[in-house]
C-alpha cells in the first residue's frame, strides 16, 4: 500500500491500473495461445515489469522477471521430457504460475502506488455508487493492516513453537486465522467508528483533494487492453 | 451545549451492568469536563452518546434524550454531527482511514463535500494551530503513537467543531506524547472548544479539567471542580480506584530495593534495517537474574527491538543472552522466552482456557495446567472461550501459557496501558509472584506507578543505546522520576 503523498514517480491514474489488472488476469487467464495471441500474451506479460521499472521498484522488477523466467523455461523446456506424474504436476504448476503471475503482479502495482484516497477519487470519477465505493475503499484500507497482524500473529506462533513441522499442519491455519480474524473485525468496527464520525457516507457529492486524470501514457494503456480483450472474445467466441 | 435528560442506555446482548443509569448532565460552552472511574463504569458509553456512536452505530435500548446544541441527538445522522461533535479515540493505529497524514486530515473536509482550495486552508490552518507541519505528507506507518494521536487531533481539527470528545487518548502514548496531546487540548480549550475527555491517567488534565466526573456502575457518582479534585489527598484516588492524581506523589510511595546477586548478560546486540542507522546497539548490558527489569525510553527509542531480540524474534540478529551458567543464542532463546504481547488477542489461538496451556506445554499434562490455572485465578473459567474474557484475563492466559511452557524469561510489552488503578495493581501483583517462582522478568512500559508497585531494576534505552541500568532503590527512584517528569 502506498502510504506517502510525496510527489510519486508514478504515471497512470487509479483508473488505468485496475482495467489494466483486470485485464491481464482475465487475457492470461482466460485466452487461449496461438495467433494474434502470440503477440498479445507476451505484451501483457512485459506490463507488469514495464510498470515497476518506470516506478524504480527494482527488486520487484526482478523477482517478478525471474519467477515468469522460470515458470516459462520449465513450461517449455522440461514438459516435453517428462513423463507421467511428473509431467503433470510440472504442467499443472507452470502452467498456473505463468498464468496468474503477472496478473498478481499487477494487483500488487495497483495497491503499492495507489494511496486510498486516490483509489477513492478515481472510484468517484467512475460514478459507482458510494454502496459500493465505501467498502472497497475500506478493503483497499485494510490490506496493510492484515499484514501488520498477520506479522504480529506470526510472532505469537514462533514463540509458542508452532512452526512448520511441528506436527499439526492443519492446525496450523487455524491459529493464524483465528486471532487474525478476531482482531480484523475489531480493527474494522473502530475504523468505520471513526469514519462515521467524520461524516463519511453523508449523501453529498464527495470531493478529493488528490489530483489524479488520465494522461496520454493513461490512453496508451487503455487501448492496449481494449485491443487486448476485443481479441480475447475474437478468440472465444469466433473459433468454434 | 450539551444536555443529557434522564438517560438510560443498555447494550444489546450485554448485560445490565455495562450500560448507563440515570444519567442527567449539562455542559456549558467553552467547559473542559473529565470523567473518570474504573474500566466499565461507562466512561466511554457516555462519550459515544455525545457523538451520536450511540444510537446511530453501537446498538441498544437507550430512553431519555441527548440534545447537542439544540439538536436531538437520535435524530441527526452522524455526517451531520461531524460538523459539531469530532472525535479522538482510544487506539491511533485503528482510527486512520488514510494511510498518509495529509489525506487524512483532508479526509472529513472532502466527506462533507467541501471544495479543494477550502479543504487546503483548513488543513493550512490547522497545521498551522496545532504544529502538525512536520507530519505532513508522511506514511502513518512511519509515526510514533504520540504523532498518530497528534494526526487523529488535527483531522478533527479540521472540520472545526465546536464539541470535542476524547476516548482515553493518552492510552498507547509515551510522556512526549501526553505532553503533546497536552498541549494540543490547552490549544482548543484556549479556542473556546467545549471538551468531554473520557481517561485513566489523571495528571496531565491538571490545570486543564473545569470539572470533574467521578462515574461508577453506569452512573455520575461524584462531581468536583477540577482545582477541588486535584487537592484531593491521595487516599481520596485510592478508594475509588483512580490513578495518581500527580506524578510528583509517586515520590512518596516507597521502593525495597532487593539484593542483585546472579546477573544476566546481553551481549553483541545490534541491529538495523539499513547500513545508515542502527536501530539498536548494545554491546554488553548486565541486568539481575532474578529480578524485575523495567524497560523505560521513548518511543522509537529501541525498547521493543530489545525485547524482539531477547525473545528471539529478530532475524538476522547475532546477539548473546548468558544467564544461569548457559549461553544463549537468538534462536534458542524462542524456547527459554516468552512475550506477553500488547494486544493480546495475537497469542490466543484455540477454544478454551484450558486448551491455551496445554498447547504450550510439550507433554499435556491437565493436573499440571489447572494447577498454574489455579495460580492465576483462572481455574473457574477453564472451559471458557480465550476470545470471550476481559482484557485482564486474557493477558494472565498468556502469563499461564508461559509458565505452562517452563520458560525462565518473560517479557510484558506494556501491560497496564489503558488500565485502571486496581487492575494495574493485579498485573502487579501477577508479576511480582512471577518473580517468587524465580522467574526473570522484563516489563516495557511508560507507565512510573506500575514501575513503583512491582519492578526491582531499571534499564534505560535511549536512541538504540543502554543509557543506564540501574537497581531501582532510592536513588534509582529519583533517576527513573527525572525522566518522566521531563
Redesign the interface.
Same mark, same amino acid.
Given at each position: 500500500? !502506498? $502510504? *506517502? $503523498? !510525496?510527489s510519486s514517480k508514478t504515471v497512470l491514474d487509479p483508473r488505468t491500473k485496475m482495467l489494466l489488472a483486470v485485464t491481464i488476469a482475465s487475457v492470461l487467464i482466460g485466452g487461449g495461445s496461438g495467433g494474434i495471441m502470440n503477440i498479445i500474451r507476451p505484451a501483457l506479460v512485459l506490463v507488469p515489469l514495464l510498470l515497476f521499472c518506470i516506478s524504480g521498484k527494482w527488486k520487484s522488477a526482478a523477482i517478478y522477471a525471474a519467477a515468469y523466467l522460470c515458470a516459462f523455461a520449465g513450461e517449455l523446456f522440461l514438459v516435453p521430457v517428462t513423463t507421467g506424474f511428473m509431467n503433470f504436476m510440472i504442467v499443472a504448476c507452470c502452467g498456473m504460475f505463468a498464468r496468474f503471475m503477472p496478473g498478481i503482479a499487477m494487483g500488487s502495482y495497483l495497491v503499492n502506488t495507489t494511496?486510498? $484516497?486516490e483509489f477513492m477519487a478515481a472510484m468517484e470519477r467512475m460514478h459507482l455508487p458510494q454502496k459500493l465505493s465505501i467498502p472497497l475503499s475500506v478493503m483497499f484500507?485494510f490490506f496493510?493492516?492484515v499484514g501488520e497482524?498477520y506479522g @504480529? /500473529?506470526g510472532? @505469537?506462533? %514462533?514463540? %509458542?513453537? &508452532?512452526r512448520f513441522g511441528g506436527g499439526k499442519p492443519g492446525k496450523m491455519l487455524?491459529?493464524r486465522m483465528?486471532?487474525l480474524m478476531?482482531?480484523c473485525v475489531? /480493527?474494522g468496527e473502530?475504523?468505520?467508528? $471513526? @469514519?462515521?464520525? %467524520?461524516?463519511?457516507? @453523508?449523501? &453529498?457529492? %464527495? *470531493?478529493? /483533494?488528490?489530483k489524479i486524470g488520465i494522461r496520454p501514457y493513461d490512453l496508451a494503456a487503455m487501448l492496449l487492453c481494449v485491443v487486448s480483450i476485443i481479441f480475447l472474445l475474437i478468440d472465444k467466441f469466433s473459433v468454434i | 451545549m450539551i444536555n443529557l435528560k434522564d438517560i438510560q442506555f443498555f447494550y444489546t446482548g450485554a448485560s445490565e451492568a455495562s450500560g448507563l443509569k440515570q444519567i442527567n448532565l449539562h455542559i456549558k460552552r467553552g467547559e473542559t469536563v473529565l470523567l473518570c472511574g474504573e474500566s466499565g463504569c461507562g466512561k466511554t458509553t457516555l462519550t459515544r452518546l455525545i457523538n451520536g456512536l450511540i444510537p446511530h452505530f453501537y446498538e441498544g435500548t437507550l430512553t431519555g434524550e441527548v440534545m447537542i446544541c439544540g439538536k436531538r441527538i437520535s435524530d441527526t445522522p452522524l455526517y451531520d454531527l461531524a460538523k459539531t461533535v469530532g472525535s479522538v479515540f482510544q487506539n491511533p493505529r485503528s482510527q486512520f482511514f488514510n494511510v498518509d497524514t495529509t489525506s487524512e486530515l483532508a479526509f472529513g473536509c472532502e466527506n462533507l463535500g467541501m471544495n479543494e482550495e477550502e479543504v487546503l486552508s483548513r488543513i493550512d490552518r490547522t497545521a498551522e494551530a496545532l504544529s502538525l507541519n512536520p507530519l505532513l505528507g508522511r506514511s502513518i506507518f512511519e509515526l510514533s503513537g504520540g504523532e498518530k494521536q497528534k494526526i487523529a487531533c488535527g483531522s478533527v481539527g479540521t472540520l472545526g467543531p465546536d464539541i470535542i470528545v476524547l476516548d482515553e487518548p493518552t492510552s498507547n502514548l509515551d510522556i512526549l506524547g501526553i505532553n503533546d496531546l497536552k498541549s494540543i487540548i490547552s490549544k482548543w480549550k484556549i479556542q473556546g472548544k467545549t471538551i468531554l475527555i473520557a481517561e485513566h491517567r489523571l495528571y496531565f488534565m491538571q490545570g486543564l479539567a473545569d470539572r470533574v466526573l467521578y462515574m461508577k456502575n453506569g452512573e455520575i457518582r461524584e462531581e468536583y471542580t477540577g482545582v477541588q479534585f486535584y487537592e484531593k489527598p491521595s487516599s481520596f484516588f485510592r478508594e475509588r480506584g483512580l490513578r495518581i492524581s500527580a506524578l510528583a506523589k509517586l515520590g512518596k510511595k516507597k521502593v525495597c530495593p532487593v539484593p542483585e546477586q546472579k546477573v544476566l548478560t546481553v551481549e553483541n546486540l545490534e541491529f538495523s534495517y539499513s547500513k545508515a542507522k542502527k536501530l539498536i546497539d548494545i554491546p554488553r548490558v548486565e541486568l539481575p537474574e532474578a529480578g524485575i527489569i523495567a524497560i523505560i525510553g521513548h518511543n522509537g527509542a529501541g525498547k521493543t527491538t530489545f525485547v524482539r531480540s531477547l525473545c528471539g524474534l529478530l532475524k538476522k540478529d547475532k546477539s548473546i543472552l548468558k544467564y544461569n551458567e548457559s549461553t544463549l543464542k537468538a534462536r534458542k532463546r524462542l524456547d527459554s522466552c516468552y512475550m506477553v504481547m500488547q494486544d493480546v488477542n495475537h497469542q490466543l489461538f484455540t477454544e478454551s482456557v484450558l486448551d491455551e496451556v496445554l498447547l504450550s506445554m510439550k507433554k499435556e499434562d491437565r493436573e499440571n495446567a489447572e494447577k498454574i490455572l489455579d495460580s492465576l485465578e483462572l481455574l473457574a473459567f477453564k472451559d471458557h472461550h480465550p476470545m470471550a474474557l476481559s482484557g485482564g484475563q486474557k493477558q494472565r492466559v498468556a502469563v499461564a501459557q508461559a509458565l505452562a511452557s517452563g520458560r525462565d524469561i518473560i517479557v510484558f510489552d506494556e501491560p497496564t496501558s489503558g488500565l485502571d488503578l486496581r487492575h494495574m495493581e493485579k498485573v502487579a501483583e501477577c508479576i511480582r509472584q512471577l518473580r517468587q517462582q524465580g522467574k526473570t522478568v522484563f516489563i516495557v512500559t511508560h507507565d512510573p506507578e506500575l514501575i513503583l508497585s512491582c519492578c526491582t531494576h531499571i534499564l534505560h534505552i535511549k536512541k538504540g543505546r543502554a543509557e543506564g541500568s540501574y537497581l531501582l532503590n532510592e536513588a534509582g527512584k529519583k533517576r527513573m522520576m527525572d525522566f518522566f517528569c521531563l
Open positions: 500500500m !502506498k $502510504s *506517502t $503523498s !510525496k494511496t486510498v $484516497s484500507r496493510p493492516t497482524e @504480529a /500473529i510472532d @505469537a506462533m %514462533r514463540m %509458542r513453537g &508452532i487455524e491459529y483465528v486471532p478476531v482482531s475489531k /480493527i473502530e475504523l468505520s467508528a $471513526s @469514519a462515521l464520525t %467524520r461524516g463519511l457516507g @453523508a449523501p &453529498i457529492h %464527495r *470531493t478529493n /483533494i488528490c | -
